[in-house]
């Protein structure tokens, strides 16, 4: 527990870049270094954390903290990796109200900015290299990203190929080892999680409705 936060309060000192860098970090110190995932879980770590809602590289800080120590594991990575941001973002602040300090806290924040450029791009051309592995995978990476650069921004338009992806992942890219029964239950469990985070797509909604007919 002690070596989990050390290393993730390590990484939240200098992990700058935004989620996409996080994620070129993580895998580099605790799948290719340390060892405590392997490639698979890692991947398998990455695909939730960039499905569910809210910051990717903190959900997969706690994945990570979860697999090694539990609970307590992912409640420890999130503190440990998170702290260091609060204080240096809340002490730049600070300084930053002062006019003699003004220029030289931009001037940090505009060299953070460029070294987190490159940490992005390395992440980026390691993260695609380790998931786009044959000219399927890189299609569906390609037609991706001209959809959501093309589509307005909206929930249904991020959803929807996300859920094309994953039915076109199940039927083509289905392994052969798996028998019809574990196959049948993991569509049942993907049944059930979809329903789940449909419905709760759909709450929000429901809720302004209710509003508006009330008048309020």
Known sequence: MIE?????????????????????????VF???????SEDTFASGLAISQFLPGPGSSQLGMY???????????????????????ILLTAAAVLNSGAQASDWIASIIS???????????????????????????????????LW??????????????????GIVGAIGFAKPQLNQTSVNIAWRRSAVILSLFLLLLTVPWLFNQTLWVAGV
């Not at 799948?31 to 995932?37: A, G, M, Q």
């Not at 979860?66 to 941001?85: D, I, K, W």
């Not at 450029?117 to 037609?143: C, H, N, Q």
């Open 4 to 28: 989990l936060i050390k290393q993730f309060f390590l990484l939240g000192c200098m992990s700058f870049g935004g989620p996409a860098a996080h994620v070129g970090y993580f895998e580099r």
């Open 31 to 37: 799948v290719k270094e340390k060892r405590w995932l």
């Open 64 to 86: 990570i903290g979860y697999q090694r120590a539990g609970y307590v594991g992912a409640f420890g990575a999130f503190v440990a990796f998170t702290l260091p941001s609060f």
């Open 111 to 145: 060299a953070a900015k460029l070294l987190a450029v490159v940490v992005v791009i390395d992440a980026t051309v390691s993260i695609g290299r380790k998931f786009i592995g044959s000219l399927a995978t890189g299609a569906m990476a390609v037609a991706t990203t």
């Open 148 to 165: 959501l650069l093309l589509t307005p921004s909206g929930v249904l338009y991020q959803v929807l190929p996300i859920l094309i992806a």
